[in-house]
């Protein structure tokens, strides 16, 4: 099992940053992948921005150039760090961690609302 904590949401107005991080405990010798997604309101889930174990990251077109997605593997934490963002970037962002098993886990997710 592995368990995902995320903080950092807010409001913010447009063209602010934020810093979102996801801390992960539990069987962490299994994580591979980590990433984070996010969910606005009547849309499905997307994928934001993925970082593979060997620090390869690839984003959604949307967020290039605007977000960087980080890992810190000594505390066990991955970061978004979102610049220049936008009223669209508004939803739930959720962490996410895949095993090397195979298994996927998600964080309880948190708010980002970018509102003036």
């Known amino acids: 099992q592995v368990q995902l904590v995320e903080s950092g949401g807010g409001l913010v107005q447009p063209g602010g940053s934020l810093r979102l991080s996801c801390s992960a405990s539990g069987m962490l010798f299994s994580i591979g992948g980590r990433g984070w997604y996010r969910q606005a309101p009547g849309k499905q889930r997307e994928l934001v921005a993925h970082?593979?174990?060997?620090?390869?990251?690839n984003y959604a077109d949307s967020v290039k150039g605007r977000f960087t997605i980080s890992r810190d593997n000594a505390k066990n934490t991955v970061y978004l760090q979102m610049n220049s963002l936008k009223p669209e970037d508004t939803a739930i962002y959720y962490c996410?961690?895949?095993?090397?098993?195979?298994?996927?886990?998600w964080g309880q997710g948190t708010q980002v609302t970018v509102s003036s």
């Open positions: 996410n961690a895949v095993t090397i098993y195979g298994a996927r886990y």
């Open positions: 970082i593979t174990s060997g620090g390869s990251t």
